[in-house]
């Protein structure tokens, strides 16, 4: 009786911390998503308003090229964390097809951790960048923004994504089936036969 009880104890303590990395996910996936679409119109929204200022009144704004590239930086980075959590990032599968279930798990555990170190390696090495931006100074001329207030959203993006990855492996350890996200399994969307 004694071991059936503790039994449970783990498996509501093992169910609370699923959901509340589950809901920490949600929390950042909507900063993310609401991060990336602001990003991708205001450069819309900017090139447009550059265009109508140059063509009609002959004149170019100054601060709509860095706050692009500042947008372009975000989506890139934030993207990155975005699609890793999505499981909607670029991947190669004609090995990973042909294996047989048992090795696709293990396959996809070994390039998630393997993936999870490279990223929060490239974050150490983007954060250390960012520090050296900073004792070096500068700052964008049109704006007056220090360069490293931008460039710090690289390691950010590149940390969040090595945590997604992290957790798709801590997932795939924990679970029977494969996933390429903590929440997404690894499955194929059946065509539908009425289309073809």
């Known amino acids: 009786m004694s071991n059936n ?10 169910n609370a911390v699923v959901r509340f990395v589950t809901r920490v996910g949600h929390i950042f996936q909507r900063v993310e998503e609401l991060l990336l679409s602001t990003s991708i119109l205001t450069i819309a929204a900017l ?6 200022c140059r ?19 975000i989506v890139c980075f934030v993207g990155l964390s975005y699609a890793a959590g999505k499981g909607r990032h670029i991947r190669m599968t004609a ?3 042909q294996l047989a ?3 696709r798990k293990t396959f996809m555990t070994v390039i998630t951790t393997s993936t999870a170190a490279i990223m929060l390696t490239l974050s150490w090495f983007a954060a250390q960048y960012v520090v050296t931006v900073y004792e070096l100074g500068g700052i964008y001329p049109a704006l007056r923004v220090p360069f490293f207030a931008v460039y710090a959203i690289a390691p950010i993006g590149l940390f ?4 997604q ?11 029977t089936e494969i996933y390429l996200s903590f929440e997404r399994k690894d ?4 065509p539908d036969i009425q289309e073809l």
Do not use: H, M, W
């Open 55 to 73: 063509s009609a009144f002959n004149f170019s704004l100054a601060f709509t090229e860095e706050v692009s590239q500042f947008c372009i930086i």
């Open 5 to 14: 009880r503790s039994a449970r104890v783990v498996v509501t303590k093992s």
């Open 187 to 190: 499955e194929y969307e059946e």
């Open 47 to 52: 090139t447009i308003l550059n265009v109508v």
């Open 160 to 163: 969040l994504a090595g945590v």
């Open 165 to 175: 990855y992290a957790l798709a492996a801590g997932k795939n350890l924990a679970s």
């Open 95 to 97: 090995v990973y097809d």
């Open 101 to 103: 279930p048992s090795l």
